[in-house]
């Protein structure tokens, strides 16, 4: 056995993964450094992001939503329908939960994983803790509403008996980009003030 010479490229080499290899890095890496927290969620936060357009045609904020199957699977989508139903219950993530759970047959969404583009409400919050759901992953933060980390953080109180895990800003930027287009455009849409 010759091949432990440590002179090998730790970035193209067989061993370990190169995340677990200690050291410095070259310091001429371009872009963002991986994230090995968040990377595993971004195809799936694509999903809830498709999801969360379907909400432009009935003025809905665009938020969406999906719950996952452990497997990966997913078991409920659910975009925000405020406006569409005239309800102010009818939150992305309160949907996919409703659909997530007719799916399975049952309230308890056991190991499951919540993925929306924005930070849940205090209302969704309660929702996810409600359907112990293992996990909520979100994209932008919410800053003026938000309940899982930065105005509070009702999911992870120690008072409750369930605690999912909250893994936050995944696709961040995109998520809080779609957000911002939406209200651009409907400020744009209201009509200039006439100064006849
Ligand atoms: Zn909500």
Not at 64 to 91: F, K, M, Q
Not at 114 to 135: K, N
């Amino acid at each position: 056995m010759q091949r432990a010479t440590p002179r090998t490229d730790p970035a193209t080499g067989p061993g370990p993964h190169p995340e677990a290899t200690p050291g410095p890095r070259p310091a001429s890496t371009p872009g963002p450094r991986p994230d090995p927290v968040r990377a595993p969620w971004v195809p799936a936060m694509r999903l809830a992001l498709a999801e969360s357009a379907l909400a432009l045609p009935t003025g809905d904020v665009p938020v969406g939503a999906i719950v996952l199957a452990p497997s990966g699977d997913v078991l409920g989508r659910g975009h925000n329908e405020r406006e569409a139903v005239g309800d102010p219950t009818a939150h992305a993530e309160i949907l996919a939960i409703r659909e997530a759970a007719r799916a399975v047959g049952e309230w308890r969404l056991t190991d499951c994983t919540l993925v929306v583009t924005l930070e849940p409400c205090t209302m969704c919050a309660g929702a996810i803790v409600l359907s112990r759901l293992a996990r909520v992953v979100y994209g932008a933060l919410d800053d003026k509403a938000g309940a899982a980390g930065s105005l509070w953080d009702v999911i992870r109180d120690r008072r409750l008996n369930h605690r999912p895990e909250v893994v936050p800003g995944v696709l961040a930027e995109d998520c809080a980009t779609a957000l911002t287009a939406f209200f651009d455009d409907r400020r744009a849409e209201k009509p200039a003030p006439e100064s006849v």
